[in-house]
């Protein structure tokens, strides 16, 4: 099994900052791309930056050179450092892990957390 536990969000006035932290564990053999959604009220979810081990990352054009996405692959936790904040970034945010495990080695499964709420107030 493998667990992805996310943390780090909260209410935040606009132009402040918020840091996202989400790991994951368990049977985990490799990981392919780990990577931070979002989803408003009323809206679909949409990917907001993804990261491999490698140190690609990719990012919607909303968030570009506001929020910063990095992977510290020996502890399987991807961060999401959010600075300039909106009120249009309020939504719960979701980490998902695209890992492959012990006993599916050439299998790539994903894996999403329980998601953290981040509102910012204008």
């Known amino acids: 099994q493998v667990q992805v536990v996310e943390s780090g969000g909260g209410l935040v006035q606009a132009g402040g900052s918020l840091r996202l932290s989400c790991a994951a564990s368990?049977?985990?053999?490799?990981?392919?791309?780990m990577g931070w959604y979002r989803q408003a009220p009323g809206k679909q979810r949409e990917l907001v930056a993804s990261?491999?081990?490698?140190?690609?990352?990719n990012y919607v054009d909303s968030v570009k050179g506001r929020f910063t996405i990095s992977l510290d692959n020996a502890k399987n936790t991807v961060y999401l450092q959010m600075n300039s904040l909106q009120p249009e970034d309020t939504a719960v945010y979701y980490c998902?892990?695209?890992?492959?495990?012990?006993?599916?080695?050439?299998?790539?499964?994903?894996?999403w957390g329980q998601g953290t709420q981040v509102t910012v107030s204008s």
């Open positions: 998902n892990a695209d890992v492959t495990t012990r006993h599916f080695m050439s299998v790539i499964q994903r894996y």
């Open positions: 990261i491999t081990p490698g140190g690609s990352a």
């Open positions: 368990g049977t985990i053999f490799s990981i392919n791309v």
